[in-house]
Nanobody, 123 residues
Framework: VQLQACGGGLVQAGDSLRLSCAAS????????MGWFRQAPGKEREFVAG????????YYADSVKGRSTISRDNAENTVSLQMSSLKPEDTAVYYC?????????????????WGQGTQVTVSS
């Protein structure tokens, strides 16, 4: 599975942004998908995850209520809609795929990673 993330950019605090991740390969619907982020000098952290059908969603407390993760198995895509962005949301955002579904919040459980897309939120 190859993952290609896009949609990052420079926005102002309070703006919204939609990140997308396109997956190539077979059986996309059998992968749990996650978004992680890594800010400079910090460890990679879980942002949001979605299981396979029927999809359940999971969020970090820091983005809960401001973000929505969704997937389109027909298009092999997963998206992360973020609103009310804050400067502390600034990071490189990565999408990742996990075969099956074990620990949606654990980065080490993911099998494939995209290249990352930069999100910068100015105050």
């Amino acid at each position: 599975v190859q993952l290609q993330a896009c949609g990052g950019g420079l926005v102002q605090a309070g703006d919204s942004l939609r990140l997308s991740c396109a997956a190539s390969g077979r059986r996309f619907s059998m992968y749990a998908m996650g978004w992680f982020r890594q800010a400079p000098g910090k460890e990679r952290e879980f942002v949001a995850g979605i299981s396979w059908t029927p999809a359940s969603t999971y969020y970090a407390d820091s983005v809960k209520g401001r973000s929505t993760i969704s997937r389109d198995n027909a298009e092999n895509t997963v998206s992360l809609q973020m609103s009310s962005l804050k400067p502390e949301d600034t990071a490189v955002y990565y999408c990742a795929a996990q075969w099956g579904f074990s620990e949606i919040r654990a980065a080490e459980k993911y099998d494939y990673w995209g290249q990352g897309t930069q999100v910068t939120v100015s105050s």
